[in-house]
């Protein structure tokens, strides 16, 4: 698949016409004011990682991101995780996204959120970035490279464009010991637009593109469980209004069924890291 044919197969996994509309008529059912929005309103449907915005928070502390920090967020989607560190810790955060609908929607609801100045939106391809190098104090990657099959092109592209002694974070899905994967998952419907790689083999692309390794941690133990709170939590009941069912669409209750028995049966994993520019 050319670098073109799978930006668009990208585009059209994730896009989802007139996004902005229905995640707003989501909130409103959810009972939010869409006019008056604070960035934690939207944590059900702009965090789409395990563990939600817990692990969005979990990893802020880690890599001792500074108020005032400009902070590109590599394939940010919606740009929960950006909203959070700008309002949290002060950060200026670039989202950059390759899905137009999800850059759309993420303006708009970091606009009513009142965080337009912190938080900007660029849609482009993390494979080739439009910024010069060493642009960014911080890098910051979730769930992201699961879609890119050139990560030393993508961990390379993190490196240029970050200052030397930056802190690079990521929150990642892994191949596991076991293939294949079952489809659909969040990511991918197809196997064609997945590209996994196993835990070793993802930090060593990162060293190998000019990074340091600060903390590596597995935590798929937590995200099953995480999972396990979730389904007993909602056992029987009718999904809310606001929610990943909202992006995903009617194909949600499979891929969260995959991804569950994928983690399960060792054939995917989640690890973070922190790395630092060299
Ligand atoms: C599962 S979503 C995660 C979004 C966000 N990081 C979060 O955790 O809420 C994966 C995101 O990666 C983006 N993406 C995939 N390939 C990309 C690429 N080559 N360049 C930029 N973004 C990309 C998709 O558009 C999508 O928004």
Redesign the pocket.
């Known amino acids: 698949m050319n670098t073109l044919v799978h930006?668009q197969a990208?585009?059209d996994h994730?896009g989802r016409a007139d996004l902005a509309t229905t995640i707003l008529q989501a909130l409103q059912a959810a009972g939010k004011d869409p006019d008056r929005l604070a960035p934690e309103d939207l944590a059900p449907v702009?965090?789409?990682?395990s563990r939600g915005i817990v692990a969005t928070l979990e990893l802020a502390e880690r890599a001792g991101l500074a108020a005032g920090a400009h902070v590109l967020?590599?394939?940010?989607?919606?740009g929960?995780?950006a909203r959070a560190l700008a309002q949290r810790i002060g950060c200026r955060v670039t989202v950059?996204?390759?899905?137009r609908e999800?850059c759309h929607a993420g303006a708009l609801l970091t606009a009513r959120c009142g965080l337009a100045e912190r938080v900007r939106f660029e849609c482009?391809?993390?494979?080739a970035m439009p910024f010069a190098d060493a642009a960014f104090d911080a890098a910051w990657s979730?769930?992201?490279s699961m879609?890119?099959a050139d990560k030393p092109r993508l961990y390379g592209e993190i490196a240029r464009v970050l200052k030397r002694g930056g802190t690079f974070a990521l929150h990642e899905i892994a191949a596991g010991p076991r293939a294949p994967v079952h489809f659909p998952v969040?990511?991918a419907r197809t196997p064609e637009i997945s590209h996994l790689v196993a835990p070793d083999e993802l930090r060593a692309l990162v060293v190998a593109a000019g990074f340091a390794e600060r903390e590596w941690i597995d935590e798929t133990d937590r995200v099953l469980d995480w999972f396990a709170r979730g389904a007993a939590a909602a056992a029987g009941g009718a999904l809310p209004p606001l929610g990943l069912h909202v992006l995903l669409g009617p194909d949600f209750g499979a891929m969260f069924a995959n991804q569950v028995r994928n983690l399960n049966e060792e054939r995917i994993r989640v690890v973070q890291g922190v790395f630092e520019r060299r």
């Open positions: 930006a990208v585009d994730y702009d965090q789409f990682h967020d590599v394939g940010g989607g919606l929960g995780a950059l996204d390759l899905t999800y482009g391809s993390a494979l979730q769930h992201s879609n890119i969040p990511w």
